[in-house]
């Protein structure tokens, strides 16, 4: 059933091809291998992450390091999306964002800031950091909060951290206001993912261990998506009140095997 | 008309008495006096405050220090409700509060914690101390997260801050959990400073600066309740779209004149 008529594929990266940590992380068994055969099977192939602890070329550079075949031009990530909408709105940011991710702004005017920027930025999560921000948002007449993802936590080798969705709630609640979400799940951002791989939705499929923000938002956008029983994937996920995947697969490569059966 | 048939009144702290800055605060023109008034006029008073900063002990002796005849005895705060909750139902909290609340759970059993109480933990509203409380409550089967109040921020003389209510939110959305709300404006809060007192709702006032959870808060209970215009008090108050004050004052002192001619 899911496998069927299928051109291009969208895979999540955390949780997915590796498992992260505060020392860069580890691949999942047979991902780096999937990947290979996804590339040489002749499907068209993006990477959709949310990852926003690093500039793209970094992030990159760290997977290439674990043995994937993988380049800046094949990763759709928010801060570059982000930038698209700071240039068209005449927008600029104050940035509450992790210290690597600093360099995708750098052709952003940045004096005289309009609007906060949020991303997970970790250890800048202070409480002076998030006070800063909060007091740049309510002071504008119309506060205009854009978060980079939706997170609510992710898992690091050294436990669980809050994701950028948890302070974006904060400042929301604080100020009354709701942030504009770049990255997963926006509509906007698997479609772009979409266009760059020149592949309709209905051809495509998602593949992510996070039930809301992978599976839940490309299924929105007209794709099928998997879960993978890997990375922050949870049983109870699987009770999902709202969200239910086309097919659970217990790992990237487990889905690569059935798909490559159906080409 | 508001001032009618009155035994009994609640004051909101700070804001309504004095205004709050990291070098402990200044009273309200006509506040020192305004209190002995009420003394003086044999009316029932209460303080009833969200403060969640200091000890009852240590906050009463600085509003003494301003001049303000005020005992331990006749405040009404968060955290002594909170400790009545967690004796009830067996809680051992894990506490991400103020240094200088913490004397408050002196009594209170800690070890083993299965919940967890958030208070305005200032320069405690850390990246690790967030992190730590959240996987205190994502380890839980079924998460309590217990909040000291859910304020959006409030103002020091060094500029606003984000209040408790910006982190419970940050919490409950990572654990997909509703806090439960100890101070204002939940009821049982407002409840148990009127049975202090001895004053049922119809007979007192509340008294306060903030629109919310002052004064909706109390008019939820069934009291009447006046929005003062000072401390966090902002014009677009008045337009309110759901909390309708029964008057506006200019400050303490004008409340009391006119009660204080109805007796």
Redesign the interface.
Known sequence: GWARAVRGLLLDVSGVLYDSGGDGGVPIAGSVEAVRRIKASGLKLRFCTNETQATREKFVKKLQGMGFDISVAEVTAPAPAACRILKERNLRPHLLVHDDLVPEFAEIDKANSNCVVIGDA??????AN??EA??VL?GMEKPVLISLGRG??YKETD?????V???M????????VQAEVVGKPSKAFFESALAEMGVPPQEAIMIGDDIVNDVGGAQRCGMRALQVRTGKYRPCDENHPHVKPDAYVNNLAEAVDILLQQL
Chains 1, 2 share one sequence.
Not at 159 to 163: A, C, H
Not at 171 to 176: G, I
Request: hydrophobic residues 40%; glycine residues 6%; charged residues 30%.
């Open positions: 970790a250890e800048n999560f202070t409480y998030l006070n909060f007091r309510i609510r936590y436990g669980l951290k809050l994701d969705g948890a302070y709630k904060a400042l929301e609640y604080a100020c009354d």
